[in-house]
């Protein structure tokens, strides 16, 4: 499985931006799909976006509009500018990457905090 490490998180005030980026540990050019969840205190963790090999986004209703993701094959990253963010978006989110052959695999996740 591929290796995935967050960065990017900290403290924000509501109605500022923020941008994650999750690297991977190779190439990410056969990960037919990668993406971000997060998962709030007492919460089940939830899908936030993801962004496929041919880099055709989805959203979560609760993010469309405010969040973005991308992906850079040359980098073996994919990011996620975060704008006009809520007290609601707090939470740990999590970069995964679906492969056919390994599956689903995980980070360890960055701490976003947004302040009302």
């Known amino acids: 499985q591929v290796q995935l490490v967050e960065s990017g998180g900290g403290l924000v005030q509501a109605g500022g931006s923020l941008r994650l980026s999750c690297a991977a540990s190779r190439s990410i050019v056969s990960i037919y799909n990668m993406g971000w969840s997060r998962q709030a205190p007492g919460k089940q963790r939830e899908w936030v976006t993801s962004?496929?090999?041919?880099?055709?986004?989805n959203y979560a209703d609760s993010v469309k509009g405010r969040f973005t993701i991308s992906r850079d094959n040359a980098k073996n990253t994919v990011d996620l500018q975060m704008n006009s963010l809520k007290p609601e978006d707090t939470g740990v989110y999590y970069c995964?990457?679906?492969?056919?052959?390994?599956?689903?695999?995980w980070g360890q996740g960055t701490q976003v905090t947004v302040s009302s």
């Open positions: 995964h990457a679906d492969e056919i052959d390994a599956g689903r695999s």
């Open positions: 962004i496929t090999s041919r880099s055709m986004t």
